[in-house]
């Protein structure tokens, strides 16, 4: 608990003494420096601790690949949420086999893009990406190289 301590005390360092557009960049050269080598097939500790979120726009599609209707789909996977989004039900995620997507490219946007590290505007989901440290081996590289660079000391 004490290192989701620190990285909490650096979220707030980061949002009083950062610059957005160089963190911005910094977590992007980041991203792209610890993914290249990275194969997430090893882990996925995000598809086994985290609700995938399901646009409207994206059910369809992952229907098909597993042979469901678009109706049969959400009432076995999904429930909606206030925003009218999806998510899935329960973890692990449900279409994880042997450690892959069975969606492939068909799977949600958000599982693409996960954990965001190379998206614009970091400054303002650093929380997320300190609570991210504690399932994604490679975000917590990154924020462990992060601190070395804005010369973050613990107290």
């Known amino acids: 608990m004490k290192k989701n301590e620190e990285n909490y005390d650096f979220a707030i360092f980061l949002?009083?003494?950062a610059d957005d557009q160089k963190l911005d960049e910094d977590f992007k050269r980041l991203h792209k420096k610890y993914f290249a080598n990275y194969d997430c097939s090893k882990c996925r500790k995000c598809c086994k601790k985290l609700h995938a979120t399901f646009k409207e726009n994206e059910i369809e599609k992952a229907a098909q690949k597993i042979n469901l209707n678009k109706e049969e789909f959400i009432k076995r996977y999904l429930k909606q949420t206030l925003d009218k989004t999806y998510i899935i039900k329960?973890?692990?995620y449900p279409f994880l086999k042997n450690n892959m997507c069975i969606l492939e490219e068909d799977k949600p946007k958000d599982c693409k893009e996960y954990p965001f590290t190379n998206k614009?505007?970091?400054?303002?989901?650093?929380?997320?990406?300190?609570d991210n440290t504690l399932i994604c081996p490679v975000v917590n590289n990154i924020i462990e190289?992060?601190?070395e660079i804005y010369h973050f000391k613990v107290r």
């Open 145 to 147: 190289e992060l601190k």
């Open 120 to 130: 614009k505007e970091r400054i303002f989901s650093l929380y997320a990406t300190m």
């Open 90 to 92: 329960r973890t692990p």
């Open 15 to 17: 949002k009083a003494n």
